[in-house]
Nanobody, 122 residues
Framework: VQLVESGGGLVQAGGSLRLSCTTS????????FGWFRQAPGKEREAVGC???????FYVDSVKGRFTISSDIATRTVHLQMNTLKREDTAVYYC?????????????????WGQGTQVTVSS
């Protein structure tokens, strides 16, 4: 199982970025995928998750600004981030679990990518 994030970078506040998580090594449609982030000096936190049965779920701080989507043909999960704020600065991680139910709990995810840095400047 392999997850590889891409798309991070430096963006001004109010701008947008689209992160991608390319996957391999498992049956894509059987998994739940989560996006998490870790800001400097803080614990890692959930951003949202998606699976083909239940759809998408987001934490309150990103609702209305972030959108998670998945493309089974390319085995990729995307995180579209709009109206970015300085407090969105973090390393963003993609994670996958064979538990076919939405979860914001880190310990329920079995596989993780290496992370991609997102920096939002004022």
């Amino acid at each position: 199982v392999q997850l590889v994030e891409s798309g991070g970078g430096l963006v001004q506040a109010g701008g947008s970025l689209r992160l991608s998580c390319t996957t391999s090594g498992f049956v894509f449609d059987d998994y739940t995928f989560g996006w998490f982030r870790q800001a400097p000096g803080k614990e890692r936190e959930a951003v949202g998750c998606i699976n083909s049965r239940e759809g998408t779920f987001y934490v309150d701080s990103v609702k209305g600004r972030f959108t998670i989507s998945s493309d089974i043909a390319t085995r990729t999960v995307h995180l579209q981030m709009n109206t970015l704020k300085r407090e969105d600065t973090a390393v963003y991680y993609c994670a996958a679990t064979v538990r076919f139910s939405a979860s914001f709990r880190e310990d329920e995810y079995d596989h993780w990518g290496q992370g991609t840095q997102v920096t939002v400047s004022s």
